[in-house]
């Protein structure tokens, strides 16, 4: 886009740029989603390639904008910037959210957080104490327990109230959902979700793959 500064163009703050808002009032846009922008990393496979991943599935940081995607040194107002704005146009913003798989990987991947501080509780293991990787990502978060189940809600409601997000599009939706003996609607994140007075009240996609 011509009309933004380059060192601004695939930033939040290029997000809430008026140039932007008027194309995508001028092609009928109401709400817009975004892929994930909580701080993610490449995974190693791919760094040492000599490539990075810029897809943001791959989480290190559940409630922390992702810092390469600012265009300043504060990405946490540049976003709420960009937010206001398309509010005041009447765009709505829709969270693309990786809560069912972290950047951690398999039994392989980099420690950089849960499986340094209590490996077995954060991610779910086998009988015989492997990853239960069903995810195709490596390790698969373990949403059966309650702390885990706090920290994602928690997640959920510094997005919508302090970021300002009207709903979330659930990555792997299902992996959150499982149970023991596969997919539980009851199953304890989802309970929560759908039983707190503010995110029952966002828009909620789920992802069923």
Request: charged fraction near 25%; glycine fraction near 8%; include cysteine.
């Given at each position: 886009?011509?009309?933004?500064?380059?060192?601004?163009?695939?930033?939040?703050?290029?997000?809430?740029?008026?140039?932007?808002?008027?194309?995508?009032?001028?092609?009928?846009?109401?709400?817009?989603?975004?892929?994930?922008?909580?701080?993610?990393?490449?995974?190693?496979?791919?760094?040492?390639?000599?490539?990075?991943?810029?897809?943001?599935?791959?989480?290190?940081?559940?409630?922390?904008?992702?810092?390469?995607y600012?265009?300043?040194n504060?990405?946490?107002?540049?976003?709420?910037?960009?937010?206001?704005?398309?509010?005041?146009?009447g765009?709505?913003?829709?969270?693309?959210?990786?809560y069912?798989?972290?950047?951690?990987?398999?039994?392989?991947?980099?420690?950089?957080?849960f499986?340094?501080?209590?490996?077995k509780a954060?991610?779910?293991?086998?009988?015989?104490d492997?990853?239960?990787?069903?995810?195709?990502?490596?390790?698969?978060?373990?949403?059966?327990r309650p702390?885990?189940?706090?920290?994602?809600?928690?997640?959920?409601?510094?997005?919508?109230?302090?970021?300002?997000?009207?709903?979330?599009?659930?990555?792997?939706?299902?992996?959150?959902?499982?149970g023991?003996?596969?997919?539980?609607?009851?199953?304890?994140?989802?309970?929560?979700?759908?039983a707190d007075?503010?995110?029952?009240e966002?828009?909620?996609?789920?992802?069923?793959?």
């Amino acid at each position: 886009n011509p009309d933004i500064p380059e060192s601004d163009r695939g930033t939040y703050k290029a997000l809430g740029h008026q140039s932007t808002i008027d194309y995508l009032k001028k092609i009928g846009v109401n709400a817009i989603e975004l892929l994930p922008i909580h701080e993610h990393a490449t995974e190693p496979a791919i760094w040492a390639r000599g490539r990075r991943n810029h897809w943001g599935y791959n989480a290190i940081a559940f409630s922390a904008p992702h810092r390469g995607y600012a265009a300043t040194n504060n990405p946490i107002s540049e976003l709420q910037e960009a937010v206001d704005r398309l509010h005041e146009n009447g765009i709505e913003v829709i969270l693309d959210v990786v809560y069912n798989h972290t950047a951690e990987e398999g039994i392989q991947g980099p420690t950089l957080s849960f499986r340094g501080i209590d490996n077995k509780a954060f991610y779910r293991h086998t009988s015989d104490d492997r990853y239960e990787d069903v995810t195709g990502c490596g390790n698969t978060l373990d949403t059966q327990r309650p702390f885990v189940t706090r920290m994602v809600i928690d997640s959920l409601h510094w997005w919508s109230q302090v970021i300002g997000v009207d709903g979330f599009r659930f990555d792997l939706a299902t992996a959150i959902a499982r149970g023991r003996d596969g997919i539980d609607t009851h199953a304890p994140l989802i309970a929560a979700i759908s039983a707190d007075p503010i995110l029952r009240e966002r828009k909620l996609i789920a992802e069923p793959w």
